[in-house]
């Protein structure tokens, strides 16, 4: 079992480019969440997608933020423009849905300068 | 809302020293409590999940424990190699919810 994985997993941009994230769930888990993980804030959720649709995406900071999930096994977390306040690690985690164990990608780190 | 609230933030024992970690949280309705450890540069990786008061675990030198309004990750006997930032989070019961809300967690350093 492959867990979850990220790409990349460190994206240095500058202010105003476009950033894009990539995750691939565990096979088999139709639920997938994407967190961001700052020193001030912890660990929050962005959104959440169930069987590929989005569930919860109340937060999501602003419409710069997009994600989609196009088939089970592939989603994209999406800044556009990206501003230095963006700067952070961000995870995706998969589970099998309902009170199932989320189990966490090793993550992005993003420097926006 | 959903709360969360971790204390101490950092905490250094001496290998061997016991001590326990405080998940208190604020849900409506809980659902389930999890554990969290994160290693530097590394995901989260899951330890434990309760569900009702009084519920405990155990695994290896670990035991979380549940109240109605507090969880407890008690280490015993720590080694260095239990050093970790350790996460707490709830899920609430609403009706298809899946949403974490995480703590800020508690720095674990096991000194040898």
């Known amino acids: 079992d492959a867990g979850v994985i990220q790409s990349p997993r460190h994206e240095v941009t500058e202010m105003g480019q476009e950033v894009t994230l990539r995750c691939k769930p565990i096979?088999?888990?139709?639920?997938l969440f994407w967190y961001r993980q700052t020193m001030m804030r912890g660990l929050e959720l962005l959104i959440y997608f169930n069987n590929n649709v989005p569930i919860d995406d109340s937060g999501m900071p602003e419409d710069r933020f997009s994600a989609k999930m196009p088939n089970a096994s592939f989603s994209t977390l999406k800044i556009q423009p990206s501003e230095p306040r963006d700067s952070a690690v961000y995870f995706c985690?998969?589970?099998?849905?309902?009170?199932?164990?989320?189990?966490f990608g090793p993550g992005t780190r993003l420097l926006v300068l | 809302e959903d709360q969360v609230t971790q204390s101490p933030e950092a905490l250094r024992l001496q290998e061997g020293e016991s001590s326990s970690l405080n998940c208190s949280y604020t849900?409506?309705?809980?659902?389930?409590l999890f554990w969290y450890r994160q290693d530097p540069g590394k995901g989260p990786e899951f330890l434990f999940t309760?569900?009702?008061a009084g519920e405990e675990k155990e695994k290896e030198r670990l035991k979380a424990t549940l109240t109605k309004k507090e969880s407890f990750l008690h280490i015993t006997a720590p080694k260095p190699e239990d050093s970790a930032t350790y996460l707490c989070?709830?899920?609430?019961?609403?009706?298809?919810?899946?949403?974490?809300?995480f703590g800020t967690g508690t720095r674990l350093t096991i000194i040898p």
């Open positions: 849900v409506s309705g809980l659902r389930g």
């Open positions: 989070a709830v899920q609430a019961s609403n009706f298809g919810n899946e949403k974490l809300t």
């Open positions: 985690a998969s589970s099998s849905g309902g009170l199932e164990t989320q189990y």
């Open positions: 309760l569900y009702s």
């Open positions: 096979s088999g888990h139709n639920s």
